[in-house]
């Protein structure tokens, strides 16, 4: 069990890393754009909003393909494990669902401060 939770957590940790990476990127490459639309007075949710659209996409592309996946997985895991297997339930899948979404909204969270704190006249002067 304990490695397991180590496993667990080492993948879940490599996943963040990688969401950072994306969306760091992203916001990055859309700096320009994000400065246009707060000249123009797009307020800080509204760029929230149009950041978070393409990661809305994503999470639920991920739900419907790794949710049966999951199970499926789960499934085999107990059956091979135990004698006398439960079902796996609803509640894992659920927690991970937030735990997902959790973690995605930090981390663009975290990033789109980034860009409410940019000058908007010094990233147009720049490029």
């Not at 894992?92 to 735990?99: D, T, V, Y």
Request: charge should be positive; aromatic fraction near 10%.
């Amino acid at each position: 069990m304990k490695l397991m939770s180590f496993i667990t957590a080492i993948t879940i940790m490599l996943a963040c890393l990688g969401l950072f990476g994306l969306v760091s990127y992203n916001i990055t490459r859309r700096l320009k754009e994000f400065s246009v639309r707060k000249v123009f007075g797009a307020s800080t949710s509204q760029i929230f909003k149009l950041m978070n659209r393409d990661y809305i996409w994503i999470l639920a592309i991920a739900f419907v393909i790794g949710a049966p996946f999951g199970l499926w997985l789960m499934d085999i895991l107990i059956h091979q494990t135990y004698a006398d297997p439960q079902p796996a339930g609803v509640l894992p899948f659920a927690i991970s669902i937030l735990l997902m979404v959790v973690t995605v909204a930090i981390t663009i969270g975290s990033q789109m401060n980034r860009v409410v704190k940019e000058n908007p006249a010094q990233t147009l002067k720049a490029e």
